[in-house]
Structures are given as structure tokens and as C-alpha cells.
């Protein structure tokens, strides 16, 4: 992407309130494919490498802060007091860039599928052309909620009419603003400061500046953009619809870059999911954030991972859950109703069968028998378990942590191991077994009398 002549800074309103989303969070710190929407904006603008970057927060979204600041580190931060309006929004973002002369962009936070390309393409075009306002068009076959661009001439946007205030000739326009909008930040300064309440709503509309452009000769240049790219969300259902394009997207790229998904459909990816060359997802399988799947490894269905990198060749599943904290070698295989959480695993190591491992460390070739659990928890802390290489955990075994168990040791199963084994030690704790012969005969017996 060629970003090397523009100078521009970038306001992102995400101050309302999202009435329409019924929720107390925040709508952008709503998620798509494990990220806030606020960070999916970000993520976009973050290649046009601008001067600055704004996002208009209202009173009490302490969060977005913390959000928008582990998307992108230079985050600043602006406070619309009240809501009242998309234009009283920028110019509360545009206080924080008093001296700023450049390209100021405007997107929204509630538009979380737009693009980097869209938007270069959007400030190019805007420099070709020479124009002072520049906007993002499409057509999309159900415009409803969107503001209609009234246009004299081909690609030159006289008027926005938003939605509400549309009369029917109006309203059957096709094209609408997708949200993105570039201005000269001389003529935004003049322009906002010069923006009246509309008299129906009493809010300030920031579209109300491309009127104000064209009566200044200067009519907005329309850059058209793929529908898709421009959903904004209001709502829970166009959540909905925006997460089936996010997915779409990011199956596509897992794809292009080597991956098997058996039915793609069924397999849900995070933003930032990573899956190596010849890795095989199989059907219904979801990943949250945090997700390193190394080369040729196979996932088998129903499988949740979440935070966990996986090595090369490991096999996992079907019916595994991989928590935060996993980091499994290579050719590691679990199994099963396994769980793991915090849980270091080396090369070749195998957990195949219902077992929950946490807080532990893992060597080489290990073998975790079925059932086996880490005794992790006391109830006030979190205890350490640590396997040496080659051991050998019987199945349905307690591991009482802390606890540590020596390369090459073999556990018998059923033990419950409160005390460290040292390496090559065979442990078992359990009551001896009785046998009384003939008394399963006798037993019978006696039930059969009564
Ligand atoms: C807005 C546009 C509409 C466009 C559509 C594209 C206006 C007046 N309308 O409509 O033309 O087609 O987006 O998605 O701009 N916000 C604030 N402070 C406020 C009000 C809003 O920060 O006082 C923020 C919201 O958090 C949101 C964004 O601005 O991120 C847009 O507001 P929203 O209410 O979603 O506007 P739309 O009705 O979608
Ligand atoms: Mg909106």
C-alpha cells in the first residue's frame, strides 16, 4: 500500500450509545470473531500509518480505552460529554488535534468490516481529484438506515439525506454513505464550527458539512465501496450479518495460506487465528483468540482453542479443549474430553483420554493415562505439576499439586500422588485388593434364599 505521500489523522466516533444493540456494554466493545469491533477499526486504520488517531468516547467507556490501546498502542481519546450528533462528535475529536493541517479522516466504530484498501483508496482518490471532501458510496439493495447521497453529476455528492429525514423520492436514491468520510482539515475546522442542529432531531449531522461544500463550490467526491465493507452495526442481528462476512473472510485467508478446512462453514476463526501450512480442521471447530496452529497439524471435530499455540504435526481432538496458557511441541497428541489450561507439553507427549492438566509442565513422551487429573486448586491457590520426560501416568491418577514427578517414573493407576516420585521410581497408592474365593458364589446364594 502506498501511503507515502499522505499526511492524515484519523477521528473515530464511537461516543453513542447504541441504544438500538439493548446492551450494557459499549456497542463497539461488541465482538466480532473474538476482537471488539473498536479494535477491528482500528486494525484498519493502523496500515495508513496516520499523524494521530482519535477515538470520540462518551462519558463512563473506560474499557473502549483499554481496548482501543492494545489494538493500537498511540491511541488518543476524546470525550463527547453529551450525544449529540456524528458532526458534535468530530468536533470533540478534533480538539485533540488543534494544529493538525492534513487529511483528517472520519470513520465510525460501529463499521468494523472496512478495509485498509478502502480507505487508502478513499485519500488517494481524494488527492487526485483535489477535492476538500471525499466519502465512501455504495448501493446496497436494502438501504434502509442509511444516509442517501443526493448527486448532480456523476460521483459529486451535493447533499446527504439521512435516512429519517428522507422524503419517498428521496428515500428511493441509490446510492448511500457507507461511513468514511475525508476532509481538508482547514475546511472541517471552518465547516464544524459553522454546523446548526437539524430542526427535526436537534443533532448535530456531520453529513450536513457536505452541503456545506458544495454551497462553498466544492461538491464531495463519491468513492465507491463494496456493500459488504460498509455494514454498519445498530444492531444484534446486523452483528449477526457481520460476523458471517468477518468469517467468510478469514476462512478465505486460512485458505490462500495452506490450511484444510473440511467443511468451512462449521469451523469459526478468530481475528488473529494462525494456522500453518497443511494443518486439517476438521468440521465444527472453533478458535478464540490467541491461536498459533503449527504446520501439518491435524484438529479433529468439536475441538475449543483458545489462546494456545499448537506445535507441527500435534493431533488434537476430537472433543479436546485447549485453554490459555497451552504451548504443546510438536507430534504432541490429545485426545478426547481432554482439557488443558497453563499447561507446557514437550514433543511427542500424549494426553489421549477425559483428563484435565493445568498449571503443569509436561516432558518428552510422557503418556497421560485416562482420567488423569492435576489436583491443581486447593481452593485458595494455584499449585504446579511437573512430569519428567518418558514417565508413565497410570490411568485415573490424582496429581496433587504441587507435585513433581521424576523422568522415566511409572505411576500405577488409580494413585493418588500427593508426594514427589523420584525419576525411574515406580509409585502406586492404593488399598490392597482383597479376594475371597468362592464368595461371589455364596453371595448369590444368600440373595436368592431371602
Ligand atoms: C450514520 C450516518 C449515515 C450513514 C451511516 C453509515 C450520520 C448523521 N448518519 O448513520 O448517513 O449512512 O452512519 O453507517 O452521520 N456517534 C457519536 N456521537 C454521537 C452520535 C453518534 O460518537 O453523538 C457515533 C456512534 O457511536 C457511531 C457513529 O457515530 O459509531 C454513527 O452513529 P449511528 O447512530 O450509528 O449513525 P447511523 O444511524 O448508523
Ligand atoms: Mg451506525
Redesign the pocket.
Known amino acids: 500500500m502506498d501511503t507515502t505521500t499522505q499526511n492524515c489523522a484519523v477521528i473515530i ?4 450509545k ?1 441504544t438500538r444493540m439493548r446492551s450494557a456494554l459499549p ?2 466493545m461488541h465482538r466480532l470473531a473474538g476482537q471488539p469491533m473498536i479494535a477491528h477499526v482500528l486494525s484498519a486504520c493502523a496500515p495508513l500509518q496516520p499523524q494521530a488517531v482519535v477515538t ?1 468516547l462518551g462519558p463512563g467507556m473506560e474499557s473502549v480505552k483499554e481496548t482501543a490501546r492494545k489494538a493500537y498502542p498511540a491511541s488518543q481519546f476524546a470525550l ?1 460529554r453529551e ?4 458532526g ?2 468530530v468536533r470533540a475529536g478534533m480538539e485533540a488535534l488543534p494544529d493538525f493541517d492534513g487529511e483528517v479522516l472520519v470513520v ?4 468494523p468490516l472496512l478495509t485498509p484498501d478502502t480507505l487508502n483508496t478513499l485519500l488517494q482518490r481524494k488527492k487526485e481529484q483535489g477535492a476538500c471532501v471525499a466519502l465512501l458510496g455504495m448501493r446496497p439493495s436494502d438501504p434502509t ?3 442517501r447521497l443526493v448527486m448532480q453529476k456523476a460521483d459529486y455528492v451535493e447533499r ?1 439525506v ?1 435516512c429519517r429525514d428522507a422524503t419517498a423520492a428521496e428515500k428511493a436514491l441509490p446510492w ?4 468514511g468520510m475525508a476532509f481538508n482539515a482547514e475546511f472541517l475546522r471552518r465547516g464544524l464550527s459553522g454546523l446548526t442542529p437539524s430542526a427535526r432531531t436537534q443533532e448535530y ?3 450536513a458539512l457536505v452541503e456545506m461544500a458544495a454551497a462553498e463550490g466544492e461538491p464531495a467526491l463519491m468513492v465507491p465501496m463494496g456493500v459488504e465493507e ?1 455494514m ?1 452495526i ?1 444492531t444484534r442481528a446486523q452483528l449477526a450479518e457481520a460476523e458471517a462476512v468477518m468469517q467468510q473472510r478469514l476462512r478465505a485467508r486460512a485458505q490462500a495460506e495452506g490450511a484444510t478446512l473440511v467443511d468451512p462453514a462449521s469451523v469459526f476463526l478468530a481475528a488473529d487465528t494462525k494456522l500453518g501450512q497443511d494443518v486439517v480442521v476438521q468440521p465444527f471447530v472453533t478458535f478464540g483468540p490467541g491461536v498459533v496452529i503449527g504446520d501439518g497439524a491435524e484438529i479433529r471435530s468439536f475441538s475449543h482453542i483458545e489462546g494456545a499455540h499448537v506445535g507441527a504435526d500435534a493431533v488434537i481432538g476430537p472433543f479436546a479443549r485447549l485453554r490459555p496458557g497451552t504451548v504443546l511441541d510438536a507430534e504432541v497428541h490429545v485426545g478426547n474430553f481432554v482439557e488443558l489450561k497453563q499447561t507446557q507439553v514437550a514433543r511427542g507427549a500424549k494426553i489421549n483420554h477425559l483428563s484435565y492438566v493445568g498449571d503443569a509442565e509436561i516432558g518428552e513422551a510422557v503418556n497421560i493415562g485416562a482420567g488423569t487429573i492435576t489436583c491443581n486448586y486447593d481452593g485458595l491457590h494455584k499449585h504446579r505439576t511437573v512430569i519428567g520426560a518418558h514417565a508413565f501416568i497410570g490411568s485415573n491418577t490424582s496429581l496433587v499439586a504441587p507435585v513433581a514427578v521424576g523422568e522415566g517414573a511409572v505411576i500405577g493407576a488409580g494413585s493418588v500422588i500427593t508426594e514427589d516420585v523420584p525419576a525411574d521410581a515406580l509409585a502406586v497408592e492404593r488399598s490392597g485388593q482383597q479376594v475371597k474365593p468362592g464368595g461371589a458364589k455364596r453371595l448369590r446364594e444368600r440373595r436368592r434364599e431371602s
Open positions: 466516533l464511537a461516543a453513542g447504541g456497542k463497539v470520540v463527547q450525544q449529540k450528533g456524528t458534535d462528535a465510525y466504530g460501529d463499521t438506515g442509511y444516509g446527504i439521512e448511500v454513505w457507507g461511513g449531522y456531520l453529513t460498509a454498519g445498530n
